[in-house]
T-cell receptor, first 118, second 113 residues
């Protein structure tokens, strides 16, 4: 159990376009989802935390207008990179956490999405 | 504030030998959790092992064990009988309460035949 999927697994887009990345919990209800960004040979940096039905909480330095996060259901969160630029090229990873009282109260990671902006 | 420190950017080990990856942490919260993840070149984060701050015994999961020394604030990962497939990046992470995970900078492990 505890499978988290991401779609797409990789995407190439032109500068100035927007890209949407989906994160789904397949076999449990994710009350909280996290979005991370990872540059080559670096660690994961938390971008934002989203709780189902409420606005995401962004980490310091992350532009909320550029990285739009929607967590409309207990199994789906989306990250939209708006007006993407080459410096947004990175590996984006989501994780999902279930209810505190459930057996899914830890973070389960998706396989990641590699974004390349030309 | 929470902080995780991994001082080994890279480690080499021969197949079938044991290796220890270091991790120290800093937090003022008495309740916390410590995690180790493996990230192969494919990028997925694979959960390896978990240690709670109140756990009396060191965690073990197959070939993985966590050497938890609370007074020293260290949570080193020990991999026994290394295999070629163990070559990957390894991240130590911590959370307090129900909060976000904080990751260390990672250690790249290379297992040679």
């Amino acid at each position: 159990g505890a499978v988290v999927s991401q779609h797409p697994s990789w995407v190439i887009c032109k500068s100035g376009t927007s890209v949407k990345i989906e994160c789904r919990s397949l076999d449990f209800q994710a009350t909280t989802m996290f979005w991370y960004r990872q540059f080559p040979k670096q660690s994961l940096m938390l971008m934002a935390t989203s709780n189902e039905g409420s606005k995401a909480t962004y980490e310091q330095g992350v532009e909320k207008d550029k990285f739009l996060i929607n967590h409309a259901s207990l199994t789906l969160s989306t990250l939209t990179v708006t007006s993407a630029h080459p410096e947004d090229s990175s590996f984006y990873i989501c994780s999902a956490r279930g209810l505190a009282e459930s057996s899914y109260n830890e973070q389960f990671f998706g396989p990641g999405t590699r974004l390349t902006v030309l | 504030a929470q902080k995780i420190t991994q001082t080994q950017p890279g480690m080499f080990v021969q197949e079938k030998e044991a290796v220890t990856l270091d991790c120290t942490y800093d937090t003022s919260d008495p309740s916390y959790g410590l995690f180790w993840y493996k990230q192969p070149s494919s990028g997925e984060m694979i959960f390896l092992i978990y240690q709670g701050s109140y756990d009396q015994q060191n965690a073990t999961e197959g070939r993985y064990s966590l050497n938890f020394q609370k007074a020293r604030k260290s949570a080193n990962l020990v991999i026994s009988a290394s295999q070629l497939g163990d070559s990957a990046m390894y991240f130590c992470a911590m959370n307090t309460g129900f909060q976000k995970l904080v990751f260390g900078t990672g250690t790249r492990l290379l297992v040679s035949p």
